[in-house]
């Protein structure tokens, strides 16, 4: 089991950046495949970037390549989201989550953290 604790988010202006961080505790962080989620008002939750065990393989969705960047340091239990050139439609909950799979579905994360709200002000 392992629990997460999300920080980092906040108000910025479209085009600007923000990192987020993901706190595992536990030994056993590098065994999970980690994926970062966002659930915007009246939206269902999407994957937005998942990253593999070893941190070498990563996916993430259209509607942000390029923009933003997930990255995990196993030695710091930690996983982190990279996001710039930011847009108001990135204003969402984010949620980093814990899996034994790479996958991009919700329902394939038992471990969530508990969310941090992004705004981006246009």
């Known amino acids: 089991q392992v629990q997460l604790v999300d920080s980092g988010g906040g108000l910025v202006q479209a085009g600007g950046s923000l990192r987020l961080s993901c706190a595992a505790s536990?030994?056993?962080?590098?065994?999970?495949?980690m994926g970062w989620f966002r659930q915007a008002p009246g939206k269902e939750r999407e994957s937005v970037a998942r990253?593999?065990?070893?941190?070498?393989?990563?996916y993430y969705a259209d509607s942000v390549k390029g923009r933003f960047t997930i990255a995990r340091d196993n030695t710091k239990n930690t996983v982190y989201l990279q996001k710039n050139s930011l847009k108001p439609e990135d204003t969402a909950v984010y949620y980093c989550?814990?899996?034994?799979?790479?996958?991009?579905?919700?329902?394939?994360?038992?471990?969530w953290g508990q969310g941090t709200q992004v705004t981006v002000s246009s």
């Open positions: 990253i593999s065990r070893g941190g070498t393989v990563t």
């Open positions: 536990g030994r056993t962080f590098s065994r999970y495949y």
């Open positions: 989550a814990a899996s034994s799979l790479l996958s991009g579905e919700a329902k394939d994360y038992p471990y």
